[in-house]
């Protein structure tokens, strides 16, 4: 099948949420456990993972092992999700380990994630730090038995699937707690993992993410010089700041506070800013907008043709000062610190769309 309308259907495959993995463990027995030909490192959170895995794949490459990275969502292209040594699966060879597993389970996740461990292992990589997709004790990725796990935060997101309160949260988060296996925490994870070995709070997310990344490739005997050049790693569209533009995946309340500590610490001068937003339905966008509007000139809601994301107007009925816009160059404003936030889905749209970001500078 061509490689558009592949992966086109493949985005019409929904994860069932059922509350066992035992289909998952049916297929990961059935391929004969791919992951246990090589190391993992398993890290869940609800903000901060992806920034954490990669900071570790970097580190661990630099070291001079061959890793493998798996990550969700993607901004533009899928086989974003999993690389090898920073190179991204080609399209033959996932299709062809796609073949080998579709029908064994019902949804995207779980099928990509066995893809994922197949690529891996026919790889030989040494390490794969995986990321978990949503919660953790049910996730497709918790069949692995890790050299460290990890959990970054504790927040409020996917409440309707995780729960309701931080405890609950954490305990669907902490099923990819293994006995004997070390756990590392973020700051606002450690109060739910006493047993934990705990990370600083940082004035600032990325460093807080760095001091996880730290503790992780302390315990697996990483040299100093190797640690410190893999910290350096940052995800795009993680407070990337291009001239008078900020461009933050911040999508629920606890990310869009990090965001407000960020902005203060980098622009301590700057009273406020021009907002540019989408927000998936599901997500609890009336807390995020609640917490920009102080800091708020202005906020433009972006439309963004996905049928996931909130109807701008919707935003607007909740918060009369916002703006419609159709485009971000419309919502952009010159004289204005820009800080575009709320969705990966906007994040596509950015490097996609409208595309590369180097082209939205200078305005």
Known sequence: MLWEPFVEELFTRRNPRGKSLEPVLSLDRALGFPHRSYKTIHVAGTNGKGSVTQKIASALEIEGFKVGLYTSPHLIDVRERIQVNQEMISREDFQRLFARVDGKVEGFFDLITALAFLYFQEQKVDFAVVEVGLGGRFDATNVVVPEVSVITSI?????????????????????????????????????????AIHAPSCPFYDLENQEVARLVLKK????????????????????????????????????????????????????????????????????????????????????VKKQRLERPSVLKEYLPLIEIASSLQEALRPDKKNVICGSFYLMDSIQNKEGDLSRLTNW
């Open 155 to 195: 927040g409020y997101d996917h409440m309707d699937i995780l729960g309701s309160t931080l405890e609950e949260i954490a305990r669907e988060k902490g099923g990819i707690i293994k006995p004997g296996v070390p756990l590392i925490t973020g700051p606002s994870a450690a109060p739910f993992f006493p047993e």
């Open 220 to 303: 697996l005997a990483i040299s100093e010089t190797s640690i410190a050049e893999g910290l350096k790693k940052r995800p795009p569209c993680r407070f990337e700041i291009r001239d008078n533009l900020i461009i933050d995946v911040a999508h629920n309340p606890s990310g869009f506070e990090k965001l407000i500590e960020a902005l203060q610490m980098h622009f301590p001068s700057e009273e406020k800013f021009h907002f540019l937003v989408a927000f998936s339905k599901d997500k609890n966008w009336k807390a995020c907008l609640d917490l920009i509007s102080p800091k708020a000139s202005s906020i433009s809601a972006v439309l």
